[in-house]
């Protein structure tokens, strides 16, 4: 099983250490994802009460919620033993994260943030419902589409970082029409990761994936989960924007 989100390929739950272990379970990994986002909410609302105080602060926060978050996860990925510790420490940071940049948009549209938690959640759970019903299949030819995207998305914010740097404007902010377009594909990009999600996941429980690898399906659930919240944000953001033009 291959899947866009690199923690989560299927090779991570191969070879792993385990013998008399307790092993994975659906359950357990549903619970610690729960968990994980209680404690990205819970230090998402530090910055976002930051933010709305007018102390400038909040912007530090999220800078070090930012390095640290990426320090975090890439430790996770090498080191699965060590996800019991570092997923909840993934999950603060990206919470800082989160909290402030949610707050920065919310400030220009209010309520923009709630309207994008509940698209994510709507997303997620449409893709859960597919996924579970058959009408998404994680087949060969799926995964190597949505991998293939996947890496054209990725490629898309090299390049727009690096034009930044020219043109003194992102490219990930282009509004209008075209802007709106860009954010529909990078959605539902995002959204098909999840069916790749879910079935790893799923191939993890039936292999017998030791019991700390419920602590690693979460925090890989929640890498999806962030890219597709803050790129709800910036579809809603567009939308915005181009009905006040």
Do not use: C
Not at 50 to 66: D, K, R, T
């Amino acid at each position: 099983m291959r899947t866009g989100n690199p923690a989560l390929q299927a090779r991570a739950f191969r070879g792993l250490p385990w013998a008399g272990a307790e092993s994975m379970t659906l359950e357990g990994a549903v619970n610690k994802t729960l968990l994980l986002f209680v404690i990205l909410f819970a230090t998402g609302a530090i910055t976002w009460n930051e933010a709305l105080s007018g102390n400038p602060q909040f912007e530090g926060l999220i800078v070090v919620g930012g390095l640290g978050g990426l320090v975090a996860a890439i430790a996770t990925t090498f080191k699965r033993q060590w996800s019991p510790v570092l997923a909840p420490v993934y999950a603060a940071l990206e919470g800082l994260v989160l909290g402030g940049i949610s707050a920065i948009f919310n400030a220009q549209y209010p309520g923009i943030a709630l309207e994008a938690v509940g698209a994510t959640l709507a997303t997620m759970a449409v893709m859960l419902v597919a996924y579970r019903s058959g009408v998404l299949r994680a087949t060969p030819a799926f995964q190597r589409g949505v991998v293939a995207a996947t890496g054209g998305v990725l490629i898309f914010y090299l390049v727009s970082w690096i034009a930044s740097f020219f043109l003194h404007y992102s490219l990930m902010m282009v509004g209008g029409p075209i802007g709106i377009g860009i954010s529909l594909v990078i959605v539902g990009i995002a959204a098909l990761n999840l069916v790749l999600d879910f079935a790893v996941i799923e191939d993890g429980v039936a292999s017998r994936a030791p019991k700390y690898m419920e602590w690693y399906a979460g925090f890989s659930l929640m890498v999806t989960l962030v890219w597709l919240y803050i790129e709800m944000l910036r579809l809603l953001f567009r939308i915005q924007e181009m009905l006040r033009d």
